[in-house]
């Protein structure tokens, strides 16, 4: 029988953890949530992960421990955001992959986000999927909107498969500037992706959860659900654990009569080596540097023009993005 991939999404960058203190910010939180959502029917887990003052970080050395401690109490996928918030300097996002991550997100264009803009220019699109080709790390590709699913064909094109062979995309659906979370946009866009792809999942802001899961399924693809996507359960209902989100979508996808993937099926769907066995496909030498300055910032800088203006923290806190 088929089966679907649940992703969980459990943080991002978006909301502030005094405003929903039900959300993983610290280590032990995401391990006790990654450990929760497993039991619940997720394979795979989308990290953004938060300072000590639980503001959105992109620190190697908490990406990179966050990472180890997911693998040693789960066999859940682990993927990066390379997105982390808009205020976050390219070389910053790049950096991102020398966590060691299984999987990172790659998202295939610019898009207005809110009042913000999610930055995502062609050459930096272009040099994190290169290096993702280098480090061995499977890509997801989010497709905010209609040109992102274009962008993804002129990107496999140019560049050839990923790592791993595998082409697995999702739909964020519903952000104020991209598509709408809708089941028509969702078909459009489905009906639009590159034949290369093997499989895609779809999440939808908001109050489209719901519609753009149910849409999902009914197209035959998979699901990502957490509360950097999604805050309530219904109106008036907030949710208190990600593991309701997950839980939700395991009811759905098993009344579609695909129920939950194992971890182990994902890795396999993914071409991802489980995350014990990296350790000795990864090359010597390519292992997480956490080390400053390996990127030489004034090159970013110049190749993708200048990077998105700095803020306070604050208000990064209360405006950055979502994937
Ligand atoms: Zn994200």
């Given amino acids: 029988m088929a089966s679907t991939l649940i992703t969980v999404a459990p943080t991002g960058a978006e909301t502030a953890k005094a405003d929903f203190p039900a959300l993983p ?18 394979a795979m887990i989308h990290l953004h992960i938060r300072d000590g003052e639980h503001r959105p970080t992109l620190d190697l050395g908490r990406l990179t421990e966050s990472v180890a401690a997911i693998r040693q109490n789960t066999a859940l996928i682990v993927q990066l955001s ?10 910053r996002r790049l950096r991102v992959l ?8 790659l998202t295939m264009g610019t898009v207005n986000f809110g009042d913000d803009v999610f930055m995502n220019p062609w050459p930096f699109v272009t040099e994190l999927y290169q290096l993702t080709q280098e480090r061995e790390v499977v890509p997801e590709f989010e497709l905010f909107d209609l040109g992102h699913v274009a962008a993804l064909h002129r990107l496999l094109d140019k560049y ?25 946009a969702l078909v459009a866009a489905v009906n639009a992706l590159p034949d290369a792809v093997t499989s895609w999942s779809a999440t939808g802001i908001g109050r489209t959860a719901l519609p753009v899961a149910l849409a999902a399924l009914s197209k035959g ?5 957490g509360m950097e996507d999604t805050l309530t359960l219904a109106k008036g209902e907030p949710v208190t654990h990600n593991a309701e989100l997950v839980e939700r979508a395991a009811v759905l996808a098993t009344l579609a009569q695909r129920p939950p993937m194992s971890p182990d099926e994902a890795h396999v769907q993914q071409g991802s080596p489980r995350g014990a066995d990296r350790a000795v496909c990864r090359p010597a030498g390519e292992q997480p540097a956490g080390a400053e300055g390996q990127w030489d910032e004034k090159e970013v800088v110049r190749e993708y023009g200048a990077a998105q203006p700095e803020r306070e923290a604050d208000e990064r806190r209360s405006r950055d993005r979502v994937e």
């Fill in 82 to 91: 390379t997105g982390g918030a808009v205020t976050d300097p390219y070389d």
């Fill in 25 to 42: 910010t610290t280590l032990d939180e995401l391990v006790e949530t990654a450990k929760r959502c497993e039991a619940a029917g997720a």
């Fill in 160 to 184: 050839g498969l990923p790592y791993g062979g595998r082409v697995h995309c999702d739909l964020v659906m519903g952000v104020p500037g991209g598509m709408p979370g809708t089941a028509d």
């Fill in 221 to 225: 693809g998979h699901l990502r659900v």
């Fill in 98 to 105: 020398d966590a060691g991550p299984d999987s990172c997100s």
